[in-house]
């Protein structure tokens, strides 16, 4: 506002001193230099400073106002922060040191200070593991997608010497039995040394990452190993080939060898085609205290992209929805946001505007630590779920996932009960997750990766925080146990059902499905009791878009005039995922059945008992369009 001073909160820099700034580090008359206006990452346009900038490391580490830059990343990269919006790498070289570690530019190195050593060190190559987030011990195995973000995990030891070596390595394309082009750098660990670029190009600096080599290297340590992202052009379907090398002779820190008979390791592999999973993803809203809730931008993005880096795809397409719930002045249970979903599943799918294997999923914000949604779908298998998502600091069965991969737990959640519509049950761990897969071949409590007490499989997880290498204690995401992560069974479990769903004759014969006079029925039964309630029923001509479930003890009767039967239509109640032991849940009524012309009343019962009826008007409704 023009002729008011403005407050000023510490460390902004003016080119001139119109402003009068008189903060803690303020600097009036600065020398700014800033480049134009421009796209350089993040949600803004923002200006990189030049050489020569005062705003470069002008706030003390320990006054950064921020722990990342916009375009998220860490803050400082340097000794200080940089002022703005942007973190800045100046584009001239600074004097090197020679013996101990420094920064160059905003990056922390350490200097090629070549050891001596007096037993000349062995490096051997050991083993080439793929991954994709999951992968067993021989390094392959685990189906590999194609088109998904793929690692290439290099363990190295040291078999002979004194002092542990620090070296880096390559890896090649093999073509035709040859290296073929630029071979790749090892990906960067966070919180490491670098070693000195061994080439300097411009204002870009390439560093090279570095291992130290241990004699007993523990391969739950990320620092343990090399690893390499491969270019997705690599990732096509089909074969590939590659190569690695440990301490290559062509780079400058390259240490001598007793020998370098094992430095190198090749490996071949196949990518295949997997089917693009859909989702159609439902913010529902509700009311807590008269105070609407619903998920937040950070959640809803979370839940998609844990579900990429650990679901065996590599194409997901989301689509956002709402489910408005706030009539109901609570916060729903699942199977009342199941059975919303339910309408949504019927009328899109009816209508064309999804395709038959798309998901459906409400994702429920928890209001506080006591008001939450406990999560389920509507069976296994199906294409319904849906589950609760907030602050992993509000819940006991959360708290693991505090610091983890992001700001909510929804994420793994939502993992959890969508697999249950891929087919998936429960996993046994705490010993209390019902309806439990007994083929389910880890062991140690429904772990990753031990089975007969040996480490089988290790996971592996690229998130904003960096890499991670979750090991084979880790639990299946279909477990109740904390620090959880998905197992092979599980992965390739899904996969197999993504591939069966979307095979041309499955899609075939629901596209070509007959239309035919349907009713479609929803409600609930309660074991104890028992009980039912009649819900909302439609009368369609439709294809059949719902599957039936399995004959059970009830059944939907269509009742005549007299009381005459004229058709009874067995079926089981839609199963409580998470609890399916309870007798006093009401479970959900998903059914739709052939009308039989002459109905005049639709029952639920059991045995001789009636437990719900709904009267069938003997008129077609008139409906009048008025606007």
Not at 158 to 182: E, F, H
Request: glycine share 8%.
């Amino acid at each position: 506002m023009m002729g008011v001073n403005p407050t000023s909160l510490g460390y902004n820099q003016i080119s001139d001193a119109s402003c009068a700034l008189a903060g803690t580090g303020d600097v009036p008359n600065a020398a700014i230099a800033l480049a134009p206006l421009a796209d350089n990452g993040g949600p803004t346009q923002s200006h990189l400073a030049v050489v020569g900038s005062s705003t470069v490391d002008a706030i003390p580490a320990a006054n950064c106002a921020a722990a990342i830059d916009q375009r998220a990343l860490p803050r400082p990269q340097g000794p200080n922060c940089d002022t703005g919006a942007v973190e800045e790498v100046p584009t001239t070289q600074p004097p090197l040191p020679v013996s101990q570690p420094y920064y160059l530019g905003k990056l922390l190195v350490r200097p090629i200070n070549l050891p001596i050593f007096a037993i000349k060190p062995n490096i051997a190559a050991t083993q080439l593991e793929i991954t994709q987030g999951i992968q067993e011990a021989d390094g392959l195995g685990v189906t590999l997608v194609a088109g998904k973000r793929t690692f290439v995990r290099f363990h190295v030891r040291k078999t002979n010497g004194v002092a542990n070596p620090v070296v880096g390595a390559r890896l090649w394309r093999i073509v035709n039995g040859q290296r073929s082009g630029d071979p790749i750098l090892p990906s960067a660990r966070p919180s490491l040394y670098y070693f000195v670029p061994f080439r300097l190009g411009g204002a870009k600096y390439i560093v090279d990452p570095t291992v130290t080599v241990l004699s007993s290297p523990d391969r739950n340590a990320l620092a343990d190993s090399f690893f390499f992202r491969l270019p997705d052009s690599w990732t096509a379907a089909g074969s590939l080939t590659v190569e690695a090398e440990v301490n290559p002779t062509f780079l400058p820190n390259a240490v001598d060898e007793s020998t370098r008979t094992d430095n190198t390791l090749r490996t071949s592999f196949s990518f295949v085609d997997t089917p693009r999973m859909i989702l159609r993803l439902f913010s529902v809203r509700y009311k807590n205290n008269g105070t609407v809730i619903t998920p937040t931008e950070t959640q809803l993005r979370e839940v998609e992209d844990w579900l990429r880096r650990a679901y065996p795809i590599s194409r997901l397409t989301v689509i956002r929805d709402t489910e408005d719930m706030t009539n109901l002045n609570r916060i729903p249970t699942c199977d009342e946001v199941n059975g919303r979903l339910f309408w949504d599943n019927l009328f899109l799918k009816w209508a064309g505007i999804d395709a038959v294997p798309t998901r459906y999923f409400g994702l429920v914000a928890d209001a506080s630590s006591s008001v939450w949604m406990r999560g389920c779908a509507a069976d296994i298998p199906s294409f319904i779920a849906s589950g609760p998502t907030g602050d992993p600091n509000n819940h006991t069965f959360s708290s693991w996932d505090k610091n983890n991969d992001g700001e909510s737990f929804g994420d793994w959640y939502t993992g959890h009960e969508l697999a249950h519509t891929w087919g998936r049950s429960h996993v046994t761990c705490r010993g209390d997750e019902l309806g439990a897969d007994a083929g389910y071949p880890m062991g140690e409590s429904g772990s990753i990766g031990r089975r007969n007490s040996q480490n089988q499989y290790w996971g592996f997880d690229i998130y904003l925080r960096g890499p991670i290498v979750y090991p084979p204690t880790w639990k299946d995401v279909m477990t109740y146990c904390d620090n959880q992560w998905i197992s092979a069974y599980t992965y390739e479990g899904i996969r197999n059902r993504l591939v069966s769903e979307n095979t041309p004759a499955a899609l075939a014969s629901m596209a070509d499905a007959p239309l035919a006079d349907y009713l479609v029925v929803q409600g609930t039964v309660t074991p104890a009791g028992p009980a039912a309630t009649l819900d909302l029923v439609y009368r369609l001509t439709a294809p059949a878009a719902i599957a039936n479930s399995a004959p059970g003890p009830y059944a939907i009767r269509l009742v005549g005039a007299g009381g005459s039967v004229l058709a009874n239509y067995p079926f089981t109640p839609r199963v409580d995922t998470e609890d399916p032991a309870d007798l006093n849940t009401p479970l959900l009524v998903l059914e739709q059945v052939p009308f039989v012309a002459g109905t005049q009343q639709i029952q639920i019962v059991t045995g001789s008992s009636v437990l719900a009826t709904r009267a069938v008007s003997a008129n077609a409704p008139t409906v009048a369009v008025t606007a």
